[in-house]
């Protein structure tokens, strides 16, 4: 069967494992206590929202809504519909049961205390019994990406935005990059791909392989600097930039790049610009940059990777760099980011590469990377 093919089956297949999960401490208590009341099971929680209803589910309550202070892109877990705080204040169910998962449990407390003399007596006593488990972190299944019914939810929902992705991508390399990540949540199991020595990443597919042009005079805007490992992994491969502007926000991690660019030999210290900085709308970059072309982009900043590129978008119109942003931190990454660099560069070649993940990703889909190419720098 031709991978296209595959991919529509995959995304098309709606079974899901059967979650096991034992519970224990208070996590139990709670549980049997809704057993015996027969409660309504309210979950409080932000992420792994699927994973919480099967399991509880799995225990025999009565999940009756989710509470999220957050927005979702969709209103129903599992047939359970999901309901903000306010929500709860006009909601007379008998015999609720809250049971949270979530660091803003004392926010959801502290609504429930502001807001109780405006629910009707008849309800206080089966409002305000919410347990946080001390276990809860247990169950928090993105912790080490074990599993995360979110993103399979997601990915599915998303059939034709993920098609249109696969389709406009450069060559088979990427389309099975594609494949074997979205199936890892899917499917739920490690990622079977080819992936790369995360040292070429950003600069080549592998250690031959070569997505683009490098060019003597690159002026490249490295976001996420780190403690400066991209900067002297660029310069390892004896690339003649013309200026590295080397971002971290951290400033902690900075201090530490700084420490560590002192390192460098003279000539090629003085190719590189730190700056401590988290890049927002108000970057300048026409002043950081003096006048100079961009060339280069990279980006690998833990979800922020989207508002950088808005941020760089005037840039990115008049300069055509190649751009190499990082693709896994969060799930809407996979579409948001290549639609939005879709809609502002043109003819450009796109590319997915993934590389060798670190430690703690069990389901190694850590370092998947999405370049695009303008094609006067294209090599095919």
């Not at 005079?217 to 780190?226: K, L, M, S």
Request: proline content about 4%; hydrophobic content about 40%.
């Amino acid at each position: 069967m031709a991978l296209r093919e595959q991919m529509l089956e995959m995304l098309d297949s709606t079974r899901v494992e059967e979650e096991v999960c034992e519970i224990s401490g208070d996590l139990l208590v709670a549980v049997s206590l809704c057993r015996m009341n027969r409660s309504n099971v309210y979950i409080v929680a932000e992420n792994d929202l699927h994973a919480y209803v099967r399991i509880l589910k799995s225990y025999g309550l009565n999940v009756h809504r989710v509470v999220c202070s957050k927005p979702k892109e969709f209103s129903k877990v599992d047939d359970i519909e999901i309901v903000s705080p306010q929500d709860l204040l006009t909601d007379m169910t008998p015999r609720k049961f809250f049971i949270c998962f979530t660091d803003s449990c004392p926010d959801v407390q502290t609504f429930f205390i502001t807001q109780i003399d405006t629910v009707p007596a008849v309800e206080k006593s089966n409002m305000l019994f919410v347990v946080q488990p001390y276990n809860a972190q247990r169950l928090n299944l993105n912790s080490i990406d074990e599993y995360d019914a979110n993103s399979m939810f997601y990915y599915q929902s998303h059939k034709a935005e993920l098609m249109e992705l696969f389709d406009s991508l450069a060559d088979e390399t990427s389309k099975r990059a594609l494949f074997y990540y979205v199936e890892s949540y899917v499917r739920n199991c490690v990622y079977r791909g080819e992936q790369n020595p995360t040292m070429w990443r950003y600069f080549f597919g592998g250690k031959h392989e070569r997505l683009y042009k490098h060019l003597d005079g690159e002026v490249w805007i490295n976001c996420g600097a780190n403690e400066g490992d991209t900067v002297f992994q660029y310069l390892s491969f004896d690339f003649k930039p013309k200026k590295i502007y080397a971002f971290e926000g951290d400033t902690e991690i900075y201090g530490r790049m700084l420490n560590n660019l002192e390192l460098l030999p003279p000539v090629k210290r003085a190719l590189v610009e730190p700056i401590n900085e988290m890049i927002d709308a108000s970057t300048d970059f026409e002043k950081i940059l003096a006048g100079d072309k961009c060339t280069l982009i990279n980006a690998d900043i833990e979800g922020a990777e989207l508002p950088f590129l808005h941020a760089t978008e005037r840039i990115i119109r008049a300069d055509r760099p190649v751009i190499a942003v990082c693709l896994y931190h969060l799930k809407e990454d996979l579409l948001t980011v290549p639609q939005f660099l879709q809609s502002i560069c043109v003819d450009y070649v796109w590319y997915i590469r993934k590389y060798t993940p670190y430690l703690l990703s069990v389901k190694k889909v850590h370092e998947l990377v999405f370049y695009a190419v303008p094609k006067e720098r294209a090599l095919r």
